[in-house]
Nanobody, 121 residues
């Protein structure tokens, strides 16, 4: 079992930055591909970005390319999401998830509780 805990959310003005963290205890995160998803009120959950087990492969939704960056520090069992140039439409609950298989479109087996990101205009 992999327990994921997100942190780093908060309130920020448009154009600002936040860094989210996704940490795990117990099993190492290095054997999993890790993704970030978000869900805004009244909308379906959507994919944001993911990073491969090796860290050599990353995937991004078009809406965040050039603004968001995913990275991982396996020594700390943590994956980060650096979010720059934030827009009000980035407001959502952000979730991290872990997948045992690699790829752009995979089933994620484990999910965190989410962290709220609110971007004011």
């Amino acid at each position: 079992q992999v327990q994921l805990v997100e942190s780093g959310g908060g309130l920020v003005q448009a154009g600002g930055s936040l860094r989210l963290s996704c940490a795990t205890s117990g099993r190492t995160l290095s054997t999993y591909q890790v993704g970030w998803f978000r869900q805004a009120p009244g909308k379906e959950r959507e994919f944001v970005t993911a990073i491969s087990r090796s860290g050599g492969g990353t995937y991004y939704a078009d809406s965040v390319k050039g603004r968001f960056a995913i990275s991982r520090d396996d020594a700390k069992n943590t994956v980060y999401l650096q979010m720059n140039s934030l827009k009000p439409e980035d407001t959502a609950v952000y979730y991290c998830a872990a997948a045992g298989l690699p790829g752009a479109i995979v089933k994620y087996d484990y999910w965190g509780q989410g962290t709220q990101v609110t971007v004011s205009s």
